[in-house]
């Protein structure tokens, strides 16, 4: 977990997803082969019209 006052990079994978949409997103990304290497510490869903935001758990 991020250290409380340390910058912490984010990236956005994907916007304007339908939340019915996300689990076809992620299993898009999981297949994708990557040359990053890195750590997710997290995963929330970010509505920007209502300007409010989810954690998202896994099952």
Known sequence: M???GRWT???TLALRLAP????SAVQVL???PRDLVGRVS???RW???ARRA???EPD
């Open 2 to 4: 991020p250290s409380a």
């Open 9 to 11: 990079p984010r990236v």
């Open 20 to 23: 019915e949409q996300l689990g």
């Open 30 to 32: 999981a297949s994708t």
């Open 42 to 44: 997290g995963l929330r």
């Open 47 to 49: 509505d920007g019209d």
């Open 54 to 56: 989810w954690t998202v």
